[in-house]
């Protein structure tokens, strides 16, 4: 079978692991197949937090209920969906289109437009006031035209970054289960704590998950996977 596909199927969330370290090498290669997966307008909008010392593991597996994958686990991954990040982004994109010559003066200026536009969409304003404007402007031409809603109002926008995190959590537990490495996705933590743990801040940023990354233990035995049959979860049109 095809490598990737077998990576796919192998992965399992374990939930014991065996006390190894991690190496750096490991480690960068499966951050970096995380921020190869696709995000809405190439955005990137996610930040994540490597918690691989001890003294932090055990605080934050602590904010994880102590369960067992993050008590056991030799490194854990806070993955942050980031909706602060698109001025910086932005920045970052046209400096790198700066240094490279396929991109001509006219065509990044036309990126900058783009961008700016998409910043001033993406901005709720105080009180989500702006975001109440557009969503009213918006309704009324969807009236007549088709066209899809942008993410107006704060909530729309987490819900928006979230996405584009949860794929490069899923990229980063395939690569991890690659590299003979094995993790275990979490939502069972508490975000206000974990939050003020790693300084976030409540108007930009909102945890997604938590993974747990290590080595399966020899003595935990996983349970068959089920899943629901393929017709359960398709229609074909
Ligand atoms: C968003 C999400 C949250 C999850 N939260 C937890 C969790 O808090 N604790 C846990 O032990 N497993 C958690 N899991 C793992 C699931 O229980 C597991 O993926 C599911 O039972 C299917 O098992 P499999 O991944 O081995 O096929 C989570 C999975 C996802 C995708």
């Known amino acids: 079978m095809n490598e990737i596909l077998e990576a796919i199927l192998r992965r399992r969330a374990v939930k014991v692991f065996e006390p190894v370290e991690i190496s750096a090498e490991i480690r960068e290669q499966i951050l970096n197949a995380a921020r190869h997966a696709p995000s809405s307008f190439n955005s990137q909008p996610y930040r994540f937090y490597w918690v691989g010392t001890a003294k932090e593991k055990v605080a934050v597996a602590k904010l994880c209920m102590g369960q067992m994958p993050a008590e056991t686990a030799s490194a ?40 700016k536009i998409g910043r001033i969409l993406f901005m709720p304003g105080p009180f989500g006031i702006f975001a109440a404007v557009k969503w009213g402007l918006f309704w009324l031409v969807n009236l007549w035209k088709v066209m899809g809603m942008p993410p107006l109002f704060r909530r729309d926008l987490f819900k928006w970054a979230m996405k584009s995190t949860s794929l490069a959590c899923e990229n980063l537990m395939i690569a991890a289960e690659a590299l003979g490495i094995n993790t275990c996705p979490m939502e069972g933590f508490d975000g206000r704590r974990l939050s003020k743990y790693l300084g976030l801040s409540a108007h930009y940023h909102e945890i997604v998950m938590v993974i747990a990354v290590g080595k399966k233990s020899h003595a935990y035995v996983q349970p068959p996977q089920w899943r629901r049959p393929l017709d359960a979860t398709l229609t074909i049109l």
């Open 76 to 115: 854990l991954v806070v993955a942050v969906a980031d909706i602060g990040s698109f001025a910086s982004t932005s920045r970052c994109q046209v400096e790198w289109m700066r240094s490279r010559s396929e991109f001509s003066e006219a065509k990044i200026r036309d990126y900058e437009r783009t961008a």
